[in-house]
């Protein structure tokens, strides 16, 4: 047993943390493994205790005002080899080469996936990534549940339902771009004899003249007609909402004549054209009425025939044989209906509506229906109105499942016949009486035109095309035309048509739409289409069209055009070029851009970092761009500008910058950013533009060229002044290039050494300028860091005064982040020599004043105590003959104060009132009844006098400690996970308990023999000045001698203390 307590008590000799203490609170479990012995005294007064070793009583006053008085005597602090404590403390390794390691495969697999999943996409986004941002990017996870043969089955050729379909999709998407653009702030009016609920029914009754019959019923509704004047344009879609509805109900009660009169009289109201910018939204409110109409009319005559629609349409094996008699006769009386209807507007629009019903009736020539009506909208005077007409009538040829689509044809040459009425006499009064512009009243037929020749791009062939692209140039003003076939025909056909087309707008004056519209319109279709732009012989399209845009005065339209064709000319031009047509740009917008010049300048812009071709070198070291972004109106629009050059610019180009005149040319784009910041920019704003400046001065690098990168962080730092994480970036990368010089140079000499001196002034001038004081804090203790690691002793000897000073500015609620940070400070402290012109330790003297302020202010003692206890083993390692590490080149305390008894004295009289300060802690604890705060701080001085203390040279400490241990287990309020953490042994009672009791046991066993005896036990209670009776030592020894030999082990010791 005694052997095996030596061998414990060897391997343990080291250790840094020991609890030196013998005592313990009652309730300690007896040697017999009998319920515990409660020796503690009944009715203990305030502020005393027993101890279950002594059998007396203390006082915590006395204690501690005892123990206060001994501080004095701190003394000297133990000597300490580093060396052998690390070797001693250093865990054992054994080394597997032959081994790999588990992970190994797993983060190879993983790396590689993640390198073949890596696809470069080229896009304008910010140079960080917001992770939100990526949220909202790639395919949509629903997409996931996609079956796989619907992905990956083979195409299947649409049949005549998907056309269908895909026509109703395309309408949709029609309509609403219509709804969305031609609008109107004019009253407006209605007229119906259905919105206030409609008259009576005309009484069924037998009359043999059925002609007259069905007349005299729709007839009966005229009389009743009401007009609703005063309409805005919101009160007119309801009305036209409430004669949706009112048809919907006279259909569910079998009213049918009624809900033809309700369509008819709606497709009267498209004879109404005025207001005109109003027209195409009226069409298709009205349309939506119509083949609502035609629908139930279908549905109706396919339930009398028994016939079983598949979505909503006829079978694929439907023949009109199959349809009953009774189901034929009610579609034809439909039909005689919808023929007895006197106006021929509403006639053309009924019966188109109803068009689909054709079906069920035999011998039906789908194709001469269309045609006839074609032939019949002929008759319709008003241009406007007719081109609309022939439009729904494509509409629904497009939808019927007809192989002949000749009627396509036939209604676009009809639509040609007509066409000049557009430029009439009477069409030009009308817009006088109406104020109307004619380029305002020609751009109401866009949609009727785009669809109408989207229609024919879809069925027509290609000689077919070419002829109606033929017939065009015979119009008198074709421009109009021009405008659909360029935006509907498909683009292989387009590109080969547009170098004629662009010979004959630039030669041929025009009264109708504007030449520059149309020029917009081919410079978007050949800038949408780059891949195959060269079948537009671009070499001698440049030569057309540049000329014409560069005659130009109006900015308007010129950036309107310069808009539209700058995708393609930088494509086709040489970079030469493109200075060329920037400076053009330049010139025709001088001074200044207005503010509706913005979005065809941005457009510009994207287009110019987009290309493929582009050169950022030539881009950005010529005074073109810049006299582009100078043009921009003042305000975002112009940092909007710059944001998207710098952005694409950060992710196109990976390479480092060492262009001066590059590099500079972007400080200047990024100080725009900067400049548009003011009192009311919000955070993220800040973000953004702080990342890209970041972004930005990280990719700069001039080599070992170190002069020109301190004089560009320079010009970085004057460029943003307002925004703290670029200027804290430029003190970490100030920090990284003297660190590289030194890495580079080895040892400095005069002419690196005035480098770096410069580099930590930059630094200790620019932290300042940050607000938050952490921050600042942290910036200037790692300059102060950088600076010694440079042999700058005057420059981190200031950086350390601007930490220290900064400790009053703390946030109270960051307290950890504060104990942390000092910590760091304080173990910098500790190579930092002192300065000749100052006190000896003048920092840490300065640092513990400001922390005293601080946490009195703040009510944050606790924070007081941690940073003493720190200090007190910085005072401990100041001590040492050889500190535990050094700054190279760099002649800390330790050399500056070889063989100075003085400073050695001094630092073991500052241990002393730090001592003396905390023991006071101590006691104020024990008045306010913070038993648990007391016990902490306790177990912390215990460790710091193991730590740090000579305990041997100094019985007065070893009695302090004993001392300490014995009040931190009062009250039970001492953290047992603490005293693991900080002293977990190596023995089995130790892991246990998690206590550390070697010291303990050692102030006890006074020979070292592994063994207390009684008269060890009796000079151990005198020597911490507490005596034990006879009586008292003789129980003592007989609760712990477990095996009866009249001595105490330390297994016994443990067991007794825990």
Not at 593 to 620: C, G, K, M, P, W
Request: charged content about 25%; aromatic content about 8%.
């Amino acid at each position: 047993m005694e052997e095996t307590c030596l061998a414990e008590e060897d391997n343990r000799r080291q250790r840094e943390a020991l609890v030196a203490n013998g005592c313990a609170p009652s309730s300690a479990p007896d040697v017999d493994g009998r319920e515990p012995v409660d020796v503690r005294r009944e009715h203990e007064p305030d502020g005393q205790f027993t101890c279950v070793v002594c059998q007396s009583v203390f006082s915590t006053h006395r204690l501690l005002q005892r123990h206060r008085e001994r501080a004095n005597h701190f003394g000297i602090a133990k000597r300490r080899n580093y060396r052998e404590e690390e070797v001693a403390y250093r865990s054992l390794r054994t080394p597997n080469d032959n081994l790999s390691h588990p992970l190994q495969n797993v983060i190879s697999r993983e790396t590689n996936a993640k390198v073949k999943s890596i696809v470069p996409r080229k896009k304008i986004s910010s140079a960080y990534s917001d992770p939100l941002s990526q949220a909202l990017e790639g395919s949509d996870p629903l997409n996931q549940f996609v079956s796989k043969d619907e992905i990956e089955g083979p195409d299947i050729p649409a049949t005549n339902v998907n056309q269908k379909s895909a026509a109703a999709q395309e309408w949709l998407n029609h309509r609403t771009t219509i709804l969305s653009k031609f609008t109107t702030s004019e009253k407006l009016s209605i007229k119906s004899s259905f919105l206030q609920g409609g008259e009576k029914l005309v009484v069924k009754q037998e009359i043999n003249n059925k002609i007259k019959h069905r007349l005299q019923q729709l007839d009966e509704f005229e009389e009743h007609v009401s007009e609703h004047r005063g309409l805005s344009r919101d009160d007119y879609v309801s009305r036209i909402t409430q004669i949706s509805q009112e048809l919907h109900q006279a259909w569910a009660l079998d009213q049918r004549v009624k809900a033809l009169k309700i369509v008819i009289q709606c497709s009267k109201l498209l004879l109404e054209t005025h207001p005109f910018a109003f027209y195409p939204s009226k069409f298709a409110l009205i349309t939506d009425i119509l083949d609502k109409f035609g629908r139930m009319v279908f549905e109706r005559i396919a339930e009398k025939g028994e016939i079983r629609l598949v979505d909503h349409q006829l079978p694929k094996y439907f023949k009109p044989e199959h349809v009953s008699e009774s189901a034929r006769e009610t579609c034809r009386n439909w039909m005689y209906k919808i023929a007895s209807v006197r106006e021929l507007l509403p006639r053309i629009y009924v019966e188109m509506a109803v068009l689909e019903s054709y079906s069920f009736l035999e011998n039906t020539d789908f194709s001469a229906t269309l045609i006839r009506l074609s032939r019949a909208i002929r008759g319709v005077g008003n241009p406007l109105v007719a081109a609309y007409a022939r439009a729904y009538l494509m509409r629904v040829g497009r939808e019927i499942r007809l192989q002949d689509r000749s009627f396509v044809v036939e209604n676009v040459r009809d639509l040609y016949l007509s066409y000049n009425q557009l430029y009439s006499n009477s069409v030009r009064s009308e817009l006088t009486i109406f104020r109307t512009d004619l380029a305002d009243y020609l751009s109401l037929f866009s949609p009727a035109y785009d669809w109408i020749f989207q229609t024919l791009a879809h069925t027509g062939q290609y000689d077919e095309l070419d002829s109606i692209w033929r017939q065009s140039f015979n119009q008198a003003e074709p421009g109009l035309l021009w405008l659909s076939l360029l935006s509907q025909f498909p683009s292989d056909f387009v590109l080969s048509k547009c170098l004629e087309l662009a010979l004959h707008i630039t030669t041929t004056p025009s009264t109708g739409v504007p030449s520059q519209q149309l020029m917009v319109l081919m410079g978007q279709v050949l800038s949408r289409n780059l891949a195959s732009s060269c079948d537009s012989n671009p070499g001698k399209m440049l030569n057309v069209v540049w000329p014409y845009f560069s005659r130009k005065e109006d900015a308007d339209s010129y950036l309107q055009c310069m808009d539209a064709w700058m995708p393609y000319l930088l494509r086709h031009w040489r970079v030469k070029e493109m200075h060329r047509i920037i400076n053009d740009i330049v010139q025709h917008c001088r001074p200044k851009a207005q503010a509706h010049h913005v979005t065809n300048l941005t457009s510009i812009i994207h287009a110019l970092v987009r290309t493929e071709q582009v050169d950022y070198q030539s881009l950005f070291t010529t005074d073109s761009l810049m006299g582009l972004l100078d043009i921009y109106p003042e305000g975002h629009s112009r940092a909007e500008a710059a944001k998207i050059l710098l952005q694409q610019f950060l992710i196109d180009h990976d390479r480092a910058l060492n262009h001066p005149l590059m590099v500079d040319h972007l400080l200047s784009i990024a100080r725009i950013l900067h400049d548009t910041l003011n009192a009311t920019s919000v955070e993220d704003e800040k973000r953004q533009i702080s990342e890209i400046a970041v972004a930005l001065i990280d990719r700069v690098d001039f080599g070992r060229d170190f002069q020109q990168m301190l004089s560009f962080y320079a010009d970085a730092r004057a460029a943003f002044t307002n925004l703290d994480p670029v200027l804290a970036h430029l003190v970490q990368a100030i920090n990284r290039l003297s660190s590289r010089t030194r890495q580079l140079i080895q040892e400095h000499n005069e002419r690196t050494g005035h480098f770096v001196r410069a580099c930590g002034a930059f630094a200790y001038i620019t932290i300042p300028a940050i607000t938050c004081p952490m921050v600042r804090f942290r910036l200037y203790l790692l300059s102060s860091q950088v600076a010694l690691a440079n042999e700058c002793l005057g420059q981190a000897d200031a950086c350390l005064e601007g930490a220290i000073s900064l400790v009053t500015e703390f946030s109270p609620a960051e307290e950890q982040w504060i104990g942390s940070n000092l910590s760091n400070l304080l173990s910098t402290l500790l190579v930092q020599p002192d300065t000749p012109d100052q006190n000896r330790l003048h920092h840490l003297r300065r640092l513990l004043r400001n922390v005293r302020t601080f946490s009195i202010n703040h009510a944050l003692h606790r924070l007081r105590s941690t940073i003493y206890v720190q200090a007190i083993r910085l005072l401990s390692a100041y001590t040492q003959p050889d500190y535990i590490y050094h700054v190279p080149d760099v002649e800390s305390n330790d050399r500056l104060y070889l063989g100075d008894e003085d400073f050695r004295l001094e630092a073991a009289d500052y241990c002393s009132q730090l001592l003396t300060e905390l023991l006071n802690d101590l006691n104020q604890l024990g008045n306010e009844n913070q038993y648990g705060k007391q016990a902490s701080l306790c177990l912390d001085l215990f460790s710091l006098l193991i730590e740090a203390a000579d305990l041997k040279g100094e019985p007065s400490l070893r009695q302090l400690a004993a001392k300490l241990f014995l009040l931190a287990r009062k009250h039970n309020q001492w953290d047992a996970d603490y005293a693991s953490d900080d002293n977990a042994g190596g023995s089995n009672a130790d892991e246990e308990a998690g206590l550390d009791l070697v010291a303990a046991f050692r102030v006890f066993d006074r020979d070292k023999n592994g063994f207390i005896t009684k008269d060890e036990l009796r000079l151990a209670m005198e020597l911490i000045d507490e005596s034990m009776t006879e009586e008292g030592l003789n129980e003592l020894i007989k609760m712990a001698d477990v095996d009866k030999d009249g001595r105490i082990n330390y297994e016994e010791f443990a067991k007794m203390l825990l």
